[in-house]
C-alpha cells in the first residue's frame, strides 16, 4: 500500500469529529499540522501511521492512526457546539482471505458538555476494509459500526496514478448524519496530501493536509 491515500480509521462524527473555530481548538489542530509535517521526514518504525487534519470555517477535525502488526490504535479528538469530546481505540486486525480485513476491538469516548455534563463510555468497534490496486492507481473501500452512539460510517476512494485521488464518505449515529466529499493531491514524492472538501450537512468547504506511511 505505499504511496497509495488511503484513510485507515478514519470517522465522521457530528461535530463530534470537528473543532470549531472560535474555540481554542484551533491552536490545537495548528499543533496538528505542525506534527504532521514533522512526522512526514521521519521514516516509519512500525507498519505505518496515518494523520489528517481538516480545517474549515467553523469545524476542524484531528485523525490518527498507527499500526504495528495486528494492533491498530486509534485517535479522534473533536469539539462541536456544545462540548467536545475524545475517543481512543485498539482493534486487532483479521486477514478474510485476502478479500477484506475485518478489524475489531474496544473503544473508549469522553465527552463534556459545556452545561457541565461528562459523560465516559466504553463500546466495540468493528470495521471492514479492502484495498484493491488497479489499471490507473487502486481502489479502497471502508464500513465501520460502533456500539457507542450508535455509530456508522462507510467510505469510498479512488486513487490515481498521479498521486491524485477523490473520496465519499457518509457516516451517522444516533444523533446525526454526515455526508462529505474530498480530493487529495500528494505534494512531491512523500506521505504528504494536500486535501479540499465538502460537508454537506454542515455546507461548509474545508482544506486540510494528510500523513500516511502505509
Known amino acids: 500500500m505505499t504511496g497509495s491515500s488511503i484513510r485507515i480509521a478514519t470517522r465522521t462524527a457530528k461535530r463530534g469529529a470537528t473543532l470549531c473555530a472560535p474555540r481554542p481548538g484551533r491552536s490545537v489542530s495548528a499543533a496538528a499540522l505542525v506534527a504532521a509535517l514533522a512526522l512526514s521526514t521521519l521514516p516509519a518504525r512500525a507498519d505505518g501511521y496515518f494523520i489528517q487534519t481538516d480545517l474549515g470555517p467553523e469545524n476542524q477535525s484531528l485523525v490518527a492512526t498507527f499500526a504495528q502488526g495486528r494492533l491498530n490504535y486509534g485517535l479522534n479528538v473533536s469539539a462541536y457546539d456544545d462540548g467536545r469530546a475524545a475517543t481512543i481505540s485498539t482493534t486487532y486486525a483479521l486477514d478474510l482471505g485476502g478479500l477484506a480485513t475485518l478489524k475489531i476491538g474496544p473503544a ?64 451517522g449515529s444516533d444523533s446525526y448524519t454526515e455526508t462529505t466529499f474530498a480530493v487529495q493531491q500528494q505534494l512531491g514524492d512523500g506521505p504528504v496530501r494536500l486535501r479540499l472538501g465538502y460537508r454537506a450537512e454542515d455546507t461548509e468547504f474545508f482544506v486540510g493536509l494528510s500523513v500516511n506511511t502505509f
Do not use: C, H, N
Not at 452545561?115 to 466504553?122: I, R, Y
Not at 476494509?129 to 479512488?158: K, N
Open 108 to 171: 473508549l469516548r469522553f465527552e463534556q458538555k459545556e452545561v457541565g455534563a461528562e459523560d465516559l463510555d466504553l463500546g466495540l468497534r468493528l470495521s471492514l476494509e479492502r484495498y484493491q490496486p488497479t489499471d490507473f492507481g487502486a481502489v479502497y473501500g471502508l464500513a465501520e459500526i460502533g456500539s457507542i452512539d450508535e455509530t456508522w460510517f462507510l467510505l469510498g476512494q479512488m486513487v490515481l496514478r498521479d498521486g491524485f485521488s477523490f473520496e465519499l464518505s457518509r457516516g
